[in-house]
Structure formats: C-alpha cells, structure tokens
C-alpha cells in the first residue's frame, strides 16, 4: 500500500507544533468573532425579524442577546459561514444552540485556509444547550477550555483534520438537527491565536485592538461583574426572548410582556379574530384570561433597580415611578382600589358613567320609579327587568325563583336585569 506523503508530513508538523511556547505577548488568545475584529458573518436562509445572523457579532448587547432565529419555515441543514480578519490557530469553538424555547442539537464545523474546497473539522450530537469543539492537543476532559459551561457537551477536532483549525481564514457551521424547532443559534464563539503565517504587524495590530476593547469593557464595571451578571430566563418574553416590564400569565402558563399581549390581540382583531392564547389558540373568556404576575414583576423591578448602573439594561422599559403607567396598562385585566380620590376627577368619572348606556337616571319628572313594584319601598339602588317593572335587591332575588315578573307575569332572563341609580 502506497502511504499517503501529505498526511504524513502534515501529521509530523502537527507533532513539531509547540502549543505551550506559543502562549507569548506575541500570540495572545482572542476570540475572533469580537465585533472589534471584524468579522464576517452570512446565511443564506431567511431569519426572524429581529433575529438576524448579523446578531452573533453585533456591537450592540441587546441584539446578541436575541441572537439568530430561522425563518419558521426553515428546516435542517442551515449553513453559515463566518470569515476572520486573518487566518488563525483554532483553539475551541464553543456554540450556545438554544434560544428561548428553540433548541439544536446537532452542529457541524467546516475549515478551510488557503484551499478552495471546506473540509469537516468536527461534528457533533447532543442534549445538550450548547457544544464546545475543541483541540485535542491542548485540551482534554481533566483539562477543559477556559470559562468552559458544564452545562454544554465537550467534543474535539477530528486529528486528521488539523491542518485546517491549524491555520484557518473561514469557518462554516451546519446546523443539521434540531428538538422540534426551527434552526438557531444564541452564540458563537472562536477562540484562538493568530497563525505564524500572518505578519508581526498585523499580530501586533490586533493585540492592540483587543487591549483597547478590554479597557474600554473595565473601565465602569469590574471583569468578575461582568462574568456574573446574567438576566434570569424567566425575566424573559416566552415569545420575543426580551425583558419584561409587565409579565402576563396566560392561560397556557407562559408568561409574556403585555406589549407583546395586546400586539397579538390588535393582529388576531385585524383579522376578524377573537383574542386567544398565541400558544394554544384557546379563546380567551372571564375564567380563561391574561393576569398579572405579580410576584414575577415585584422580582423584574428589584432586578432593574439593582442593576440600572448597567449599559446592557439602558434601554429596558421600567415602569416603576411612572405617573399612573401601570394602572393604564393593567385596565381591564386588574383592578386596585385607590386611597384617595381626586374631586375633580371623581366628577369626571361620574360624568362619564352618567352617559353610559346601561345607565338609568331617574327626573322628578319619573319619581314613582324609585318605588319597588312589589314592596312599594323607595330605595336609591333598583333593577329594572324588560317589561319596564322596577324592584329592590331584596324583591329581585325573591323573583329570581321563577324568573317571571309579578305584576305582568312576563318572563325574563338573569342577565336581562339593568342595575338603575337614583
């Protein structure tokens, strides 16, 4: 048998390498899709609004935190290429799959450098929420990547494969299984060194970048607070994956912002529709409705408060302070007594319900009405039922029984009666 020459020689300057010498000021280790570097990102299949692929290296936090959806549509394989500064030497790659609800749970990496065609670098199956690849070389189960997640599952490089995450210029990641969901990605993250062929300057040049954004990411908040800090899922839209001001329970137990709710109502109205549960389709009703997560809000604000000195959460709405915002945004779904009553504005109110029409004012000119036909008493509340009759609550509850009045002995139904003020 004729013994492959290239795979030998590339086998042997695998071995040659030496990783441990190459950790100098020289050969700093960066992650390479840092917005600073300026990385290319692309994917031809369409995305969520909202949930781009531009998301993985955007400057900005909040929309990597939203990270990238597939359009709804979409079905595995879904391909993304992703191209660095300068070629580079892959140490692992570590990828969040899980967003929100949508969850992958099979990846595979592509590498090329300076050929044309992309090899398979990894591949992976899992359960679990993300997947680090790793090189084989340096890392191994007793010796885990930095800031590794036990939560993600551990997989390493093929070794034949080495002379491509050797000296990488683009990566492409195939996202080919998913959990019952739409393909997705939450992050991304490559990290390694420049590779020996790029020059000193350009080495240097990109010390100097990360240097400068690591100073800039220190100067307000420590190293530590940023590790630590983390919004809790459950602080989460279930459908847009945001922070929510005012959490909504719906009768499907998910919980939702209440823009989100009254988003979904205007479109299902628009539509000709009545309001539902976006999860379930169930048709909302006086025992099946939205309601207000009182303890989840109360935990919501506390999160803000504490933590308002943050960039990340400057451009989250609060609602705490807010001059009467709250109770504007829970009418109709919860009611609260107040303490106090403005005068002007309790004429207001009376005034307007004056003018409702399901509500009776009796003239002087209509003063026997105010008698209840059947015990001939005059009381400032009456219910009037369809045929014109006028009792007291005591005679309403009595003709309850046989829902028939008992001057016409007309018949009448519960919720025919009119509540009537004096």
């Not at 939203?66 to 879904?78: L, Q």
């Not at 945004?329 to 303490?339: A, D, I, P, Y």
Request: glycine residues 4%.
């Amino acid at each position: 048998m004729i013994p492959n020459t290239r795979l030998t020689k590339d086998l042997e300057s695998f071995a040659s390498f030496d990783w441990t010498n190459s950790n100098t000021n020289s050969w700093k280790m960066f992650n390479f899709l840092n917005s600073k570097l300026s990385p290319k990102i692309s994917c031809r299949s369409p995305s969520m609004d909202n949930y781009e692929i531009d998301n993985i290296i955007s400057d900005n936090y909040a929309d990597r935190m939203r990270g990238f959806i597939a359009y709804s549509a979409i079905k595995p394989p879904v391909e993304i290429e992703i191209e660095f500064i300068c070629p580079i030497n892959i140490h692992y790659i570590t990828l969040n799959t899980t967003v929100g609800s949508q969850k992958c749970t099979g990846i595979e990496i592509f590498a090329k450098n300076s050929s044309v065609t992309y090899t398979s670098i990894c591949k992976s199956v899992y359960d679990n929420p993300g997947v680090v690849f790793c090189n084989s070389k340096m890392y191994s189960k007793n010796n885990l990547p930095p800031n590794f997640n036990s939560d993600f599952h551990l997989a390493f490089f093929k070794c034949n494969t080495f002379s491509y995450f050797l000296n990488a210029s683009t990566i492409k990641i195939i996202i080919f299984r998913t959990e019952k969901s739409v393909p997705c990605l939450s992050s991304v993250e490559v990290w390694g060194k420049t590779s020996r062929t790029c020059s000193a300057v350009t080495r240097d040049t990109i010390s100097r970048i990360m240097q400068k954004s690591n100073q800039d990411a220190t100067s307000n908040i420590t190293n530590a607070e940023c590790i630590d800090f983390k919004i809790p899922e459950d602080f989460k839209d279930d459908l847009t994956y945001e922070i929510m001001s005012i959490p909504m329970t719906l009768p499907s137990g998910k919980t939702i912002d209440q823009t989100t709710l009254e988003k979904h109502i205007n479109s299902e109205i628009s539509f000709g529709r009545k309001p539902c549960d976006p999860f379930t389709g169930v048709k909302f009703s006086n025992t099946l409705k939205p309601v207000l997560n009182v303890a989840l809000k109360s935990r919501i604000d506390m999160f803000l408060l504490q933590n308002s000195h943050r960039e990340e959460l400057a451009n989250v709405k609060r609602t705490l302070g807010g001059s009467g915002q709250i109770m504007n945004s829970l009418n109709g779904c919860n009611k609260r007594k107040r303490e106090t009553v403005d005068v002007d504005e309790l004429d207001e109110l009376i005034s307007k319900t004056k003018q409702s029409p399901s509500f009776l004012n009796f003239s002087s000119e209509n003063s026997d009405k105010n008698l209840c036909s059947r015990c001939k008493v005059e009381t400032e509340t009456m219910y009037e039922i369809p045929c014109k009759h006028f009792y007291c609550r005591t005679c309403v509850l009595i003709i309850y029984k046989d829902l028939k009045c008992l001057i016409c002995g007309k018949s009448f139904k519960k919720n025919d009666v009119r509540k009537c003020h004096l």
